[in-house]
């Protein structure tokens, strides 16, 4: 089979850029049980985007109006980037798919960027809403079936989020950690199938996805006062290791492959102990993880684009070889583990 090949990465980040002593004061929370929170969260920087001074007077619509500008600015920068990274342009791009969480707009975030970037007229779309943390993967699944069913062509892939946009304050552990870790970016990858491409970046070869239903409400975002408020449900830390090895082994078990075989681990970082945990209930070590771990310290959890940042890491930073095998790891809403695998 000629599998889709990544073709170029582009990540950006509003300018904006806080430590978490900053982001605690910004926050507008007291206490140092609180601000312990923010500072043991294995997080050294994040980005936002604000516009003027944190404002926590902030309305429902003045927040999703905030989250249409800063999810435009930011994931144009990422296409712009991925583009250039690949040497094409957006006019050169078939299909375009956009996934997000942190707010609602209709025309939808694609559509919008398809006016304000120039792509072309007869573009075809796909805009994926509410996946949480685990949105890129199934995102990234979209874009490669629709190169493999149409060799030759190129196919976009945004995840961007402005989870800065969904802020909400109560004292809460959820919505504490949340708004500790939590913060705003986007990636987009540039796939074709069969095309010339840089071999540093890898081939999709296959996803697997496992979904637990009874744990449907364990994360994710609800309303409440007319604004989004996260939910993570303490269990989450725990589920997340047998969550995705079920995916896992059902995915490597179909390519004869077994763990040790794993080159690069791409791991979502959802957080300090999430990673912990996935660590431990796998056996891995520090380097295993140094990708995921450099990714949270220096911008937290974005929610979808993160892992997209993780294997920009690899590519930028990993040296990976041709041979080398990896593995695309997100955890989120529904609650579902979504995992691809990598060959470069």
Same mark, same amino acid.
């Given at each position: 089979m000629n599998h889709p090949r990544i073709l170029g990465i582009g990540i950006a980040n509003p300018p904006i850029r806080l430590t978490q002593e900053q982001s605690f004061q910004a926050? +507008?929370? /007291? #206490? @140092?049980? !609180?601000?312990?929170? &923010? *500072?043991n969260s294995a997080i050294d920087y994040r980005h936002f985007y604000l516009e003027g001074a944190?404002?926590?007077?902030e309305t429902s619509d003045q927040m999703n109006q905030r989250y249409l500008r800063g999810a435009m600015e930011t994931g144009?920068? =990422?296409?712009?980037?991925c583009v250039k990274a690949a040497g094409t342009t957006v006019q050169d791009v078939d299909f375009l798919a956009v996934c997000t969480c942190t707010g609602y707009v209709c025309p939808d975030v694609g559509s919008r960027l398809v006016a304000h970037m120039g792509f072309s007229n007869n573009l075809q779309r796909a805009s994926i809403v509410g996946l949480g943390? =685990? #949105? =890129?993967?199934?995102?990234l699944q979209r874009a490669v079936d629709f190169v493999r069913a149409n060799p030759g062509r190129q196919a976009l892939m945004l995840a961007v989020e402005i989870c800065s946009a969904c802020y909400y304050v109560d004292n809460t552990l959820e919505t504490v950690v949340g708004n500790a870790i939590c913060a705003d970016g986007a990636a987009a990858f540039l796939l074709a199938a069969g095309q010339q491409a840089n071999l540093s970046y890898p081939l !999709?070869?296959? &996803? @697997?996805? &496992? !979904?637990?239903? @009874?744990h449907l409400h364990e994360v994710g975002l609800q309303h409440r006062d007319g604004k989004l408020r996260i939910m993570l449900g303490a269990s989450v830390q725990q589920l997340a290791g047998p969550m995705i @090895?079920? =995916?896992? /082994? /059902? *995915? *490597?078990?179909r390519h +004869? *492959?077994?763990?040790?075989?794993?080159? &690069?681990?791409?791991?979502?970082? +959802? +957080?300090r102990r999430v990673i912990d945990n996935v660590q431990k209930h796998f056996g891995m070590t520090d380097t295993h993880l140094r990708f995921s771990r450099t990714v949270l310290r220096n911008y937290g959890n974005m929610s979808s684009p993160t892992v997209m940042f993780v294997l920009e890491e690899v590519v930028r930073? #990993?040296?990976?070889?041709s041979g080398d095998w990896g593995v695309m790891i997100a955890l989120g809403p529904g609650m579902a583990a979504e995992v691809a695998l990598l060959r470069w």
């Open positions: 926050a +507008g929370y /007291q #206490g @140092e049980r !609180i601000r312990k929170i &923010f *500072l944190p404002n926590r007077e144009c920068r =990422a296409i712009l980037n943390c =685990a #949105g =890129a993967l199934p995102t !999709i070869i296959d &996803f @697997e996805t &496992f !979904i637990a239903t @009874e @090895e079920t =995916a896992l /082994q /059902q *995915l *490597l078990r +004869g *492959l077994s763990r040790s075989r794993i080159d &690069f681990w791409v791991v979502h970082p +959802g +957080g930073s #990993g040296d990976p070889r």
